[in-house]
């Protein structure tokens, strides 16, 4: 058998990348569309239908699903018979796969990891380290499977280790209920049951590499354990209401994933990682042959699907006129065609400019009056004024929310899924609002942006200020300027009209 070489792995893990930055995983569309077609709120319908146009732009157009293109995370499976003629460390060999395949001239990925996590937080400029995990078993290839998981739905992930007699499902609904909309829902729950803390992680992320499948095993029925408990958990979940981006309706997850382990007779560990709109990951097998060939899927996958969601019934909002009666005015639920100037500004950007205003400074953007959207774009290739470009999770700026309106005169920000509550009670006290996009729809929504040059802290990668010119980019009020929020009233009256079905 001839040997698995350091190119072989090298060249598949940058191919897999790659391809898993713009090609969603078949059953992923499948799932996705038919949870389009019963969807019953017409919000909620209107963002899958997003993600759905999204998917398929960026399938035909090569360029990434989603602006965050993900962490890493290679799985290997190395069979002990297996030829390997390898000289650097696998951690070594799967960076620079990771490097190639973040770096390609015609489809940059975004660089998202930092190092000195809890210090200086610096880019590490191509995405490198990957996470790795290795296992031993036997054969004489090597199987590897490649994710690239966004931070939003990571964000989310969470731990517990219950009693022996604890209600797991009980415990992944409860949990998934206080996530809120960050994950961008829908997506696919992993949970690991068994093993200790450090297994039932590895457990509940392995899982979400499953396919999915819960419309075959709805149809035939449990056959163990742990199918009624994805059952169990499908069933509850959805009847919880978040629906799609957290806007509420009837699917707010496209399957469940369960994975277990034997685990000590004091504990039963539970994790539970959820996998958002943006589900990237392929598996390949090396025996020696050469590097892994990956096979485009068939378009005729994709639901044909006018875009109603930026359709003419959408008002139109001009962000360089905005004034106190046009923000009053603004609906929780109402969607919008944005134009004119948009600043963007996320982590970082927002740490340094109140570091700024600590320090008494002068801000380089002068933000009054004006709107700023949560993004980390991807960058621009050929023509495109900003690589994908969709929102970023905005509980991340709550904690700076109060102070950014006060002292900036900042009257409207745009992000994605829901606002917690310091920052609810910012936007009542400023008379400001909140505007969603669609997580997920990246590239569809970075259509609408038609200029876009830095303007600030560049040092910060994809986290400096751009000045952005946008064009009937689509909205949806989701926070009005009393701080009425659609994310409570709407996952509130679909739990309800799911409940009086049954
Ligand atoms: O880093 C990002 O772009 C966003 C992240 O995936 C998120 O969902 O908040």
């Known amino acids: 058998m001839p040997a698995i070489t350091e190119e072989h792995l090298i060249e598949s893990i940058a191919e897999a990348l790659q391809y898993i930055s713009y090609y969603h995983p078949a059953d992923f569309v499948e799932a996705m569309s038919a949870a389009w077609e019963r969807e019953e709120n017409k919000g909620a319908r209107d963002a899958m239908a997003q993600i759905l146009v999204n998917s398929r732009m960026c399938a035909m157009g090569r360029r990434p699903i989603c602006q965050d293109t993900g962490a890493a995370n290679i799985h290997v499976k190395v069979g002990v018979e297996a030829p390997l003629k390898l000289k650097r460390s696998l951690q070594e060999i799967c960076d620079e796969g990771t490097r190639q395949g973040y770096q390609r001239d015609t489809n940059p990925l975004r660089a998202s990891v930092v190092v000195d996590p809890f210090g200086a937080r610096r880019n590490s400029g191509d995405n490198t380290p990957c996470m790795l995990t290795v296992e031993m078993v036997a054969g004489d290839t090597v199987e590897v499977e490649v994710a690239a998981k966004g931070g939003g739905s990571e964000n989310k992930a969470k731990f517990t280790t219950l009693n022996p007699s604890g209600n797991v499902a009980d415990w992944v609904v409860e949990t998934v209920e206080s996530l809120g909309a960050g994950w961008c829902p829908p997506g696919i729950l992993g949970i690991g049951v068994g093993g200790n803390a450090d297994r039932v992680m590895a457990l509940a992320k392995q899982a979400l590499s499953e396919p999915i499948d819960m419309a075959e095993l709805l149809r035939r029925g449990p056959k163990d354990r742990a199918e009624e408990l994805r059952c169990e958990i499908y069933e509850r979940v959805n009847a919880l209401g978040i629906g799609a981006q957290g806007l509420g309706g009837v699917t707010t997850v496209l399957d469940v994933k369960v994975k277990s382990f034997p685990t000590h007779a004091a504990s039963l560990p539970v994790g539970l990682i959820p996998n958002c709109a943006a589900t990237r990951h392929v598996h390949f097998t090396l025996d020696g042959s050469g590097p892994a060939e990956f096979t485009p899927p068939s378009m005729d996958l994709y639901p044909d699907i006018l875009l109603e969601a930026a359709g003419a019934q959408s008002r139109k909002l001009d962000l360089d006129n905005l004034n106190d009666d046009v923000l009053a005015s603004l609906t929780p639920g109402e969607t ?34 004006k709107a700023i959207y949560y993004v980390g774009p991807v960058d621009a290739v050929g023509d495109e004024a900003i690589g994908p470009a969709g929102p970023t999770t905005s509980t991340r700026m709550d904690k700076f929310t109060d102070r950014i309106l006060a002292d900036t005169g900042l009257k409207l920000m745009v992000g994605k899924a829901e606002r917690g509550p310091v920052a609810l009670e910012a936007i009542a006290k400023h008379k400001a609002a909140y505007l969603i996009a669609v997580g997920g729809a990246a590239y569809l929504v970075s259509k609408a942006i038609k200029a876009a040059k830095p303007v600030a802290f560049e040092d910060l990668g994809m986290e400096a200020i751009y000045e952005l010119r946008v064009e009937d980019m689509p909205v949806t009020v989701a926070v009005d300027t009393g701080g009425n929020s659609i994310h409570r009233t709407g996952p509130a009256e679909w739990k309800k009209k799911i409940a009086e079905r049954v």
């Open 336 to 369: 919008l065609l944005l134009s004119g100037t948009l600043y963007t500004g996320r982590d970082a950007a927002h740490k340094r400019m109140i570091e700024m205003l600590d320090r008494g400074e002068a801000l380089p953007v002068d933000l009054r009056g």
